[in-house]
């Protein structure tokens, strides 16, 4: 792989195309929003960009590519129109791979009438130069050598890539996040707690546990020497309970209106720029920080 094709570049492409460039590769970017590149150049500051190069056609960027990262907006109709245009100008062994946050492989494919094969999700997170993890998701057609090319590709770049057994809409990560939102938006719909408590308790409660180890680890640890057996002993009947009593939640207009006024309250005075700046910085040194320690997993 030397050279990758970042199809869209907005929020997602950009920080792609910035990991790309960061490790020697030639990038060939395309967005047909206007004034793109000029975005583009401007979100890749400090970056050398004497591998960038910006084309007018996702056509042409595919044409040029050992591999596709595409980043167009959630909907199959577009995706679908997208990956025809992809399908078309890529060679047969190039993997194109989506960043779809939700979306099914095997419904993406269907754009896909020449090559459906060659289709799978390589789903990041933001900003996807900084945080390692990459779900790669095949579809019903995916070949399994195009999961190991993807993930290899992945991996090389200094991803830390999971691959799925199978398609679920969210993927992994999502639908956990999703879960833990259901949760949270009905804690603040039924007046238990504010946004800002709400984020206070993940922030400075289990989520610095999470940073380190995920769920089922951290769970491990917290049963001392009885470990993940003794956590499910005596504390399995209660969290049966609460997950009886976790709320049903809709997005009503109203709960959206209180959510977007909590998050400006906690927010208040905060520059927002300043703010990613600061999350930016933290990531990069508990990302240095997890990988001085080898007994991490």
């Not at 993997?95 to 896909?112: E, H, K, T």
């Amino acid at each position: 792989m030397s050279t990758v094709a970042v199809v869209g570049t907005g929020v997602i492409g950009a920080s792609w195309a910035k990991l790309f460039l960061a490790h020697g590769l030639d990038v060939v970017a395309t967005d047909p929003a206007p004034g793109a590149e000029e975005q583009l150049r401007g979100a890749l500051e400090g970056t050398p960009l004497d591998r960038l190069r910006f084309v007018a056609d996702a056509g042409e960027a595919a044409a040029a590519a050992d591999f596709v990262q595409e980043n167009g907006p959630e909907r199959e109709d577009v995706k679908h129109a997208l990956f025809a245009v992809l399908d078309e100008a890529a060679r047969p062994d190039v993997v194109l791979a989506s960043s779809s946050s939700g979306l099914l492989p095997s419904a993406i494919a269907r754009g896909c009438p020449r090559h459906p094969e060659r289709v799978v999700i390589g789903h990041p997170f933001n900003p996807p130069h900084l945080i390692p993890l990459v779900e790669v998701v095949p579809g019903r057609d995916t070949a399994p050598e195009v999961v190991d090319r993807a993930v290899d590709f992945y991996a090389s770049v200094g991803k830390r890539p999971i691959r799925l057994a199978r398609e679920v809409p969210g993927h992994i990560a999502n639908r956990l996040q999703a879960a833990l939102w259901q949760e949270a938006y009905s804690l603040v719909e039924r007046g238990v707690a504010t946004v800002a408590d709400i984020d206070t308790a993940i922030a400075y409660g289990p989520g610095l546990r999470w940073a380190v180890l995920g769920p089922f680890v951290n769970q491990h640890l917290s049963g001392g020497a009885g470990g993940l057996a003794h956590v499910l002993a005596h504390l399995g009947p209660p969290t049966e309970e609460w997950w009886r009593d976790l709320g049903r939640v809709h997005l009503t207009p109203e709960l959206a209106e209180t959510l977007v006024a909590g998050v400006d309250a906690e927010l208040a005075g905060t520059d927002q720029q300043s703010l990613v700046a600061a999350r930016d910085a933290v990531l990069g040194r508990l990302l240095a920080a997890k990988a001085a320690q080898p007994d991490l997993p």
